[in-house]
């Protein structure tokens, strides 16, 4: 059966605390869950690693262990990334904050329905991207083919070259949009756009072919 794993990131998404928090740190809080209760109140937890002393009145530490500390905190419901994404049936098997951002791991069917969380995040919560996707197809006989994309090999100016031109249709059979185009939607010249998105696409067959 075909399926893909994703991870996505929330840039700096205000009503989250945890992403908040790790503007503090020097690495990603880590093992972030979290519980309700009866009375709407949220428990939240994430383990932190080094020698980082979080300061904030909303938290207590749990604990120390080796060289990671657990710190909880209670909150109110608010505009919740990982709520909002659960109430679009998808379960979140991994969540971490990193300098302010929030990063999501989940398992999804198909690709349009990636498309479809990414496109909804991003109408209610700005600047998101896919920073890691591992999509499995099966054939009639069942066979797999593991196709690893991990995106964080390119910089954010060739993402932005390849998010444009996709959403542009740049890459549509015909094309809505020529390099032109989305060179001016981008601000810059077509001979730059066609450099980002050369190797922004090198980087990409690097990874499909490399183990063909």
Do not use: W
Not at 92 to 114: F, K, M, N, P, Y
Not at 139 to 158: A, F, H, K, M, Y
Not at 182 to 193: H, K, P, Q, R, W
């Amino acid at each position: 059966m075909p399926g893909m794993r994703a991870e996505i990131e929330v840039l700096s998404p205000d009503a989250c605390p945890v992403a908040g928090l790790s503007e503090q740190a020097d690495g990603p809080l880590t093992s972030v869950s979290r519980a309700g209760n009866a009375e709407g109140t949220v428990t939240e937890e994430f383990t932190v690693s080094g020698d980082t002393a979080l300061t904030d009145d909303r938290l207590s530490q749990l604990f120390e262990y080796r060289s990671a500390s657990v710190y909880r905190f209670h909150r109110e419901p608010l505009d919740c990334v990982c709520e909002f994404v659960e109430d679009h049936d998808h379960p979140i098997s991994e969540i971490r904050a990193q300098d302010g951002s929030l990063v999501l791991s989940l398992h999804l069917t198909t690709i349009q329905d990636l498309r479809d969380l990414v496109t909804d995040l991003r109408e209610q919560y700005g600047a998101v991207r896919i920073r890691y996707l591992l999509q499995v197809e099966s054939d009639e006989e069942g066979s797999t083919d593991v196709i690893p994309i991990d995106r964080s090999r390119l910089t954010d100016r060739q993402q932005e070259v390849l998010e444009t031109s996709y959403r542009m249709g740049y890459f549509s059979y015909p094309r809505d949009a020529n390099a032109t185009d989305v060179a001016a939607e981008l601000g810059i010249d077509a001979s730059t756009f066609t450099e980002h998105l050369a190797a922004a696409q090198s980087k990409l067959m690097d990874e499909l072919l490399a183990e063909m």
